[in-house]
């Protein structure tokens, strides 16, 4: 059974960095998209980030883009979210989310209507300014 934990979230000031883990466990195939969606109250969710683990390809929304660095450590089943010069805006829940098949063509991990097969239960992010 797949398996995520996130951490790191917490306030920071605008302007600041942080950084988001989520372990990974019980996943035996060997290629899969991973991604972060943040929720915000009263907006639809938004992924902001995505990486499909064959040849670690990583893709943006346009609203993070040069700010936001998705990455992973396989050795530590571990996917991560360095967030520079944060924004008021970027603040919510951050999860990360898991789907067996590859998202990145056409962008459709962005979609809100894209069906992550697994989800962690979230992170706070507050940013202050």
């Known amino acids: 059974q797949e398996e995520l934990v996130e951490s790191g979230g917490g306030s920071v000031l605008a302007g600041g960095s942080m950084r988001l883990s989520c372990v990974l466990s019980g996943v035996t195939y060997s290629s899969y998209c991973m991604g972060w969606v943040r929720q915000t109250p009263g907006k639809e969710r938004e992924g902001v980030a995505a990486l499909y683990t064959a040849g670690d390809q990583v893709d943006y929304s346009d609203s993070v883009k040069g700010r936001f660095t998705i990455s992973r450590d396989r050795d530590r089943n571990t996917l991560y979210l360095d967030m520079a010069n944060l924004k008021p805006e970027d603040a919510g829940v951050y999860s990360c989310?898991?789907?067996?098949?590859?998202?990145?063509?056409?962008?459709?991990?962005?979609?809100?209507?894209?069906?992550?097969?697994?989800w962690g239960q979230g992170t706070q992010v507050t940013v202050s300014s």
């Open positions: 989310a898991m789907d067996r098949r590859s998202c990145l063509a056409g962008r459709r991990w962005s979609s809100t209507k894209f069906s992550w097969n697994y």
